[in-house]
């Protein structure tokens, strides 16, 4: 399949990471000094969040968080998924498939029913809700619709991921995960367009299609007995963060050796990869994929200035590299990328892409 377009949508509230800490400072009893040193560790420097600062000290529940997440993730989305499209020189109509990928609320309707009616799909459009995957959605989101258009080339699929974890933060828990948290994470949305290799599409506008790479493969690794390291605990409280203190230590075990594996399949060495899009996970995350794979010229710059600007936005977060790489990063014809993020479960998930 080849990437039409990749378009981030980011509240318009914005914050410096200093004006966070304050308000988190206020409404968490917890020693200032720690979580100063917390928050300004993350190397985040401001964040968009879905409300305005101020009115998460309204929300009295799970039930206000959740359907401020419903009405503000749909908004988000929709912006999205019109920007993509348009980007694409593509219509609503001509959409064929929509994978929806969340994890920081719930709805039932998912939210992929009013978001195909609010942006115009047909009704016979296809739509597949995810939740769960968390950070490793984005990737894995973008595998699951090439796996769609390679079994239906001449259509067209769009991708929507839309986190709003500002909603998650818990006010009465003091402990090290909630407060990396209230300092890393951030909110926004981004949509995919792509299409199958024998879909003609018409190109309306210079900046549309064909910009995009190819995805070539995809894979997985999912390893057993780590669902404690990253999740939610889900309560009457809502979602309280997992984020186990030796996630990183797992990382640098596995990572290195999993993906060279992949590579390997499709005969590739890292040394070969032309692009890297890899998911902000944090400082320590990046840091230890740029020493496993050796990369120190300026190949996570876009990883690190995401991670800087936003935050980590959970499954957003890698398709926004896709998108900064796709418009300042051009590579010649044909040069392998990697695209690739870490989740829950644990797990990892790899896209191979091609210029």
């Known amino acids: 399949m080849r990437v039409m377009a990749v378009r981030t949508v980011l509240p318009e509230h914005r914050y410096e990471q200093r004006q966070i800490t304050e308000a988190v400072a206020g409404s968490v009893r917890t020693d200032e000094r720690l979580l100063e040193r917390l928050h300004s560790a993350t190397q985040v420097s401001g964040r968009h969040l879905a409300l305005p ?75 597949l809700p995810v939740f769960g995957l968390g950070c490793a959605a984005g990737a894995a989101g973008l ?5 769609y258009l390679l079994a239906w080339p001449e259509q067209v699929a769009v991708l929507v991921c839309v986190e709003l974890c500002s909603l998650t933060v818990q006010r009465d828990d003091a402990s090290i995960a909630n407060l990396v948290g209230s300092g890393l994470f951030g909110d926004g949305a981004a949509a995919v367009v792509a299409a199958g290799d024998r879909r003609t599409v018409p190109v309306r506008r210079p900046d549309g299609p064909g910009r995009g790479p190819r995805v070539v493969a995809t894979g997985s690794r999912l390893y057993p007995g780590t669902e404690r390291l990253m999740g939610w605990n889900v309560g009457e409280h809502g979602f309280r963060i ?32 032309a692009s890297w899009v890899c998911h902000p996970g944090g400082p320590k995350v990046i840091e230890t994929i740029a020493e496993a794979f050796g990369l120190g010229d300026g190949e996570l710059d876009l990883t690190w200035e995401s991670l800087r600007n936003a935050g980590n936005l959970s499954s957003v977060s890698v398709l926004n590299v896709l998108e900064e790489t796709i418009a300042r990063r051009p590579r010649p014809p044909g040069s392998p990328g990697l695209l690739m993020a870490l989740g829950p479960g644990f797990s990892a998930e790899m896209a191979l892409l091609r210029w």
Do not use: K, M, W
């Open 143 to 147: 595998s699951r619709v090439h796996d």
């Open 53 to 127: 600062i101020e009115d998460y000290l309204r929300l009295d529940g799970f039930t206000a968080a959740n359907d401020t997440y419903i009405a503000t993730a749909l908004d988000l989305a929709e912006r999205a998924v019109r920007q993509a499209l348009d980007g694409a020189g593509l219509d609503p109509a001509d959409v064929d498939h929509l994978v929806f990928c969340s994890s920081t609320g719930v709805a039932t309707p998912s939210l992929d029913a009013a978001l195909a009616q609010r942006v115009g799909l047909r009704e016979n459009v296809r739509r």
């Open 242 to 273: 997992v984020l186990a203190a030796d996630l990183v230590d797992h990382v640098e075990a596995t990572l290195a050796r999993d993906v060279t594996a992949f590579l390997r399949e499709h005969g590739l060495s890292a040394r070969e990869i």
